[in-house]
């Protein structure tokens, strides 16, 4: 039997070589011996870059907690360990009527994942992040101290640790609430638009009627059909479903292909035919929630399909004011680079605050591609696409991402020394130490200079 290996979803980072079960990782700490940057918690591994991946240490495998703890059917606020998966969650609480207020567009996230990458879904205009929804949690950090933390108990710890990617310690369970809903399915509407400035004529009021709003744009159209596609709204049946499916489907991609099979004529004839499929009807129809949230968990191991080089995903948002102008050039430069993406994925993003100090949503429009790894002119074209964001007054996902500069993040997150702060010095990723670590270090040579 194959060695499992703990990679990040996107493979084009190398795996974890160091892993430690969450109960030893647990003692380690409660001991007070662990050693300065020994550990990272490492949920299910749907992290799409190096923010799940430890290189200077261990990541610690948190899916053995993996205990529903309570659920009150009154109010909707469940408790569960931090190893628990989402679509766990969801097949406990649907009888009763409820339903995360937030969800990603995979339900194979664990509760300690969700927290610490702040995940956001097709409802943010709405619902906000998930760390809006999130009561409480406890944390282990490595002075061997167990912290409840709370909107009022340890707030700073609290407001840190949610979008903190696991860098304050280790989430060992979490209160959250649900929300209500009539049912699971999905009264779904796919409206086709014709280009970019159509699509932001009609988000606005989408935004304002529906519960969750989404766009696929046809990254490879050219011409007259440059910028089409199709804009998504959903809102739960009254009458559907309580019931939750199988996790998954029966499709899997059982090993790693030698070559990229979603190449360029691939994607041009899946774009065409996905097109004509999901918008050859503006009727409302009733679906399943897993297809409407979570389409690509009906393939297993899909991400294997990128080959042995793996995908990067890029995610940015920029301002309202200027998305028009800046959404375009960055859908330009993808196609000026010849680099297709699978998964072109536009919305908008409201105004609801998250608690979390570093949280990638705020108002404006984010867009989201994915892309294979062709090695130096994939991270070419990554660049420019930070450039084009980071000029627009916009942000890049670190929860995605394996290889922006420490420019684009500090430019990102202006914040980040407040995290610093409070970071465990036990706990250290790859990611960190690539970005902030390294500004720190800039920092520090500066001052020496002065």
């Known amino acids: 039997m194959a060695k499992e290996r703990f990679q990040s979803f996107g493979l084009a980072t190398p795996p974890a070589l160091d892993v430690i079960p969450a109960d030893e990782a647990v003692a380690l700490l409660k001991s007070g011996k662990a050693t300065r940057n020994a550990l990272l918690a490492y949920g299910n591994g749907r992290s799409y870059g190096d923010s799940c991946q430890n290189e200077a240490g261990m990541v610690v495998d948190m899916r053995p907690l993996d205990r529903i703890r309570a659920f009150n059917a009154e109010t909707g606020v469940i408790e569960a360990e931090a190893g628990v998966l989402l679509s766990e969650i969801i097949a406990h609480a649907a009888p009763y009527g409820f339903f995360p207020a937030v969800v990603p567009g995979t339900q194979f996230v664990t509760l300690g994942g969700a927290i610490a990458n702040d995940v956001h879904g097709k409802n ?5 992040t998930f760390g809006c929804h999130v009561e409480s949690f406890t944390l282990l950090r490595s002075d061997g101290r167990t912290h409840y933390c709370s909107a009022t108990d ?7 640790t949610i979008g903190g990617m696991g860098l304050t310690g280790l989430i060992l369970s979490a209160s959250i609430r649900l929300m209500r809903v009539p049912s699971l399915d999905i009264v779904e509407t796919a409206t086709p638009f014709r280009d970019l400035g159509e699509f932001f004529e009609l988000a606005e009021a989408a935004d304002q009627a529906n519960e969750y709003v989404v766009a696929w744009i046809d990254q490879l159209a050219g011409g007259h059909g440059r910028g089409r596609g199709l804009l998504f709204t959903g809102n739960h049946a009254e009458h559907g479903s309580h019931v939750a499916l199988r996790a998954g489907g029966n499709l899997s991609v059982p090993f790693q292909p030698p070559f990229n099979v979603l190449n360029r004529p691939f994607l041009t004839a899946f774009n065409a035919a996905y097109r004509w499929k999901k918008g050859r009807s503006t009727a409302p129809r009733q679906v399943g929630y897993q297809g409407f949230f979570f389409p690509l968990d009906g393939v297993g191991n899909w991400n294997r399909l990128y080959g042995p080089n793996g995908l990067f995903q ?9 998305a028009r102008r800046a959404v375009p050039a960055l859908l330009a430069a993808a196609k000026r680079a010849g680099q297709g993406s699978f998964l072109t994925v536009l919305k908008r993003f409201g105004s609801i605050r998250s608690p979390a100090l570093l949280s990638f949503p705020r108002p404006g429009f984010t867009l989201t591609l994915d892309f294979p790894n062709r090695g130096r002119a994939t991270l070419a074209l990554l660049k420019e696409l930070d450039h084009i964001t980071v000029e627009a007054g916009g942000a890049v996902n670190p929860y995605k991402d394996a290889r922006m500069g420490d420019d684009v993040f500090a430019a990102s997150f202006p914040e980040w020394q407040c995290l610093e702060a409070i970071r465990d010095p036990g706990f250290m990723s790859s990611f960190w130490a690539r970005t902030a670590k390294k500004l720190e270090a800039g920092c520090g040579a500066a001052e020496a200079a002065e």
């Open 154 to 160: 340890n707030e700073r710890l609290f407001a840190a």
């Open 314 to 322: 890029h995610q940015s948002v920029v301002p309202e004011d200027v």
């Open 124 to 128: 943010h205009h709405r619902r906000g």
